[in-house]
């Protein structure tokens, strides 16, 4: 018997919902697979949690998560608790705290998921951008002077370390490699931003003669914008800095057809912490509760971080049975469809119940 142990953040607003769906999912392999042992322990950070305590998560809150294999993430974000302090408040602190520098958000369309671009179906649009998660832009280097007066100045400066961009483009290219197609695109802004930016252009050069057999391109990141858009065929693994990630991605996951279905993993590739799982949809509150928040990204990553602990087997399979699931059209609202949550998690667990899966 192989046994993970899971720490479950569902956090705020649709969090818990789908991460109820996923960990039932979960269970559903585990019964299935026969073999395999998932021991998910919850816990109540976030928002609420912050209402009662005046802190996201306890002090030791690192501390208790190190001895997990992984964790899976909801969301986090509240109507009225300050974004800022959500965010640095818990999520942030796990990705930094355990060097989860490489940000991994495959994109594809799913079957019965339509995509906004014309003549655009399954198989056209199939990606995974590595998003350096750990400095660049998000770094959090700055401040202000003269606040409140006339004069004030608020600084943002991006941070790039020859360490934290090898290790990222290493572990782009290495994911590259493991990919049919062999086929990187490398994204900066190297004309505009000369420092920074070149120095990852340089090191791309360098870190791509260790991997003779991946083929790779530069694009300027507004340039990136148009090929995404006009010849999403014409790429496959892509590589950016954090915040040029950020935004490609959310690209990305409208141009598949939906945010609602798209998926995240935050890794620490050496394996020295837990990594970290969480769909890319966020809180939501505006649907929160009401039984319709889209499980996907929830399933989808829970088979990234299946991936991670070596089980491909059943990660093949949990995305197989989602699949076949919006293929069928059991869909939730936000991607055209009438399901609810529990709808669309009761078909994927009897999809992976079903023999064809
Ligand atoms: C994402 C989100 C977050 C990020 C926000 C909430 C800060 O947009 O996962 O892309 O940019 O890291
Ligand atoms: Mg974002």
Not at 258 to 268: D, E, H
């Amino acid at each position: 018997m192989r046994e993970y142990s899971i720490a479950a953040i569902p956090a705020d607003g649709i969090g818990p919902e789908v991460i109820a769906a996923g960990t039932t999912v979960l269970a559903a392999l585990q019964k299935r697979l026969g073999d395999v042992k998932f021991n998910v322990e919850t816990f109540d950070w976030g928002s609420d949690y912050y209402r009662k305590h005046g802190v996201m998560m306890p002090a030791d809150g690192l501390e208790t998560l190190k001895k997990f294999d992984a964790i899976y993430f909801g969301a986090v974000g509240d109507p009225v608790v300050p974004d800022h302090i959500t965010l640095w408040g818990l999520r942030l602190p796990i990705c930094q705290g355990f060097d989860q520098y490489a940000n991994v958000r495959p994109t594809k369309i799913l079957p019965g998921i339509t995509s906004p671009l014309r003549n655009v179906g399954i198989g056209d649009l199939d990606w995974v951008i590595v998003r350096e998660n750990s400095e660049g832009e998000y770094a959090g280097c700055g401040g202000r002077v003269h606040r409140g007066l006339p004069e004030e100045v608020g600084t943002e400066l991006a941070v790039f370390t020859r360490v934290g961009v090898e290790r990222i483009m290493r572990y782009a290219f290495k994911l590259a490699q493991s990919r049919p197609r062999k086929f990187l695109t490398v994204v900066t802004k190297s004309n505009a931003q000369r420092h920074g930016m070149v120095m990852w252009d340089e090191i791309a050069a360098e870190v791509s003669k260790d991997f003779p057999d991946v083929t790779w391109d530069k694009m300027l990141v507004d340039a990136m914008t148009v090929r995404m858009t006009l010849k999403p065929q014409s790429l496959d693994t892509i590589v950016a800095t954090n915040l040029h990630a950020d935004i490609l991605s959310d690209l990305a996951g409208a141009l598949a057809g939906s945010l609602g279905v798209a998926p995240t993993a935050n890794i620490n590739p050496e394996r020295r912490f837990p990594s970290m799982f969480e769909p890319i949809h966020g809180s939501a509150f505006d649907i929160t509760g009401k039984g319709i928040a889209n499980p996907v990204a929830s399933f989808w990553t829970a088979a990234q971080m299946l991936d991670h602990l070596g089980e491909t087997d059943a990660s093949a399979r949990l995305m197989r049975a989602v699949e076949q699931v919006t293929g069928a059209g059991i869909v939730t609202p936000d991607v055209g469809g009438s399901a609810t949550t529990q709808q669309v998690t009761d078909a994927v667990v009897e999809a992976i119940h079903s023999s064809n899966v």
